[in-house]
T-cell receptor
Framework: GAVVSQHPSRVICKSGTSVKIECRSL??????MFWYRQFPKQSLMLMATSNEGSKATYEQGVEKDKFLINHASLTLSTLTVTSAHPEDSSFYIC????????????FGDGTRLSIL | AQTVTQSQPEMSVQEAETVTLSCTYDTSESDYYLFWYKQPPSRQMILVIRQEAYKQQNATENRFSVNFQKAAKSFSLKISDSQLGDAAMYFCAYRSGNQGGSEKLVFGKGTKLTVNP
């Protein structure tokens, strides 16, 4: 089945650091990738949608300059949390979908980000 | 805008028994897809089952089946012969069918399922 790899799985860093998270589709071309944030015991909150070769579409309330998204190829999207602060600590999950109306989103395993 | 409602924050079931998780949604679209995702404590999101709105037949995947009532906008998940490994958060999700799969998922708030031995 379709596999999405997300790296790293866990990051602990100091306040003010920028952190990059990678999301790769391993066995299919992902025309669209999604980035979610999940707080404890809550549902997934969509942050942005990225299409290969174009600018990401951010959801209302998500800071574009804070959460930089790049989707440079059909198999890779990156999320960079710039100048991270403790309030950015969360679980971030990516998903990818190939072309075709009936294709489901395939999720990465998530990244637990802890900012000290 | 579409919304998905899961009215049961928590459910429990005895091992080997059957449990049904509820999901309702609101949409004015005629072409869409519905999904159930499972998130175990590892927090990996696992696709359990999906349903195309244009199909009248309810989807089934081994012990998992859905009761899709399009007119009522209801999409419940039935888990038969529950196993300890079924314990997880279950999320119902909606996706528009308009743009070749690039539409975002709209998630419900989730139902935490506990399986008792």
């Amino acid at each position: 089945g379709a596999v999405v790899s997300q790296h790293p799985s866990r990051v602990i860093c100091k306040s003010g650091t920028s952190v990059k998270i990678e999301c790769r589709s391993l066995d299919f071309q992902a025309t669209t990738m999604f980035w979610y944030r999940q707080f404890p015991k809550q549902s997934l909150m969509l942050m942005a949608t990225s299409n290969e070769g174009s600018k990401a579409t951010y959801e209302q309330g998500v800071e574009k300059d804070k959460f930089l998204i790049n989707h440079a190829s059909l198999t890779l999207s990156t999320l960079t949390v710039t100048s991270a602060h403790p309030e950015d600590s969360s679980f971030y999950i990516c998903s990818a979908v190939g072309w075709g109306g009936n294709q489901p989103q395939h999720f990465g395993d998530g990244t637990r980000l802890s900012i000290l | 805008a579409q919304t998905v409602t899961q009215s049961q924050p928590e459910m429990s079931v005895q091992e080997a028994e059957t449990v049904t998780l509820s999901c309702t949604y609101d949409t004015s679209e005629s072409d869409y897809y519905l999904f159930w995702y499972k998130q175990p404590p590892s927090r990996q999101m696992i696709l359990v089952i999906r349903q195309e709105a244009y199909k009248q037949q309810n989807a089934t995947e081994n012990r998992f089946s859905v009761n899709f009532q399009k007119a009522a906008k209801s999409f419940s998940l039935k888990i038969s012969d529950s196993q300890l490994g079924d314990a997880a958060m279950y999320f119902c999700a909606y996706r528009s069918g308009n743009q070749g799969g690039s539409e975002k998922l709209v998630f419900g708030k989730g139902t935490k399922l506990t399986v008792n031995p």
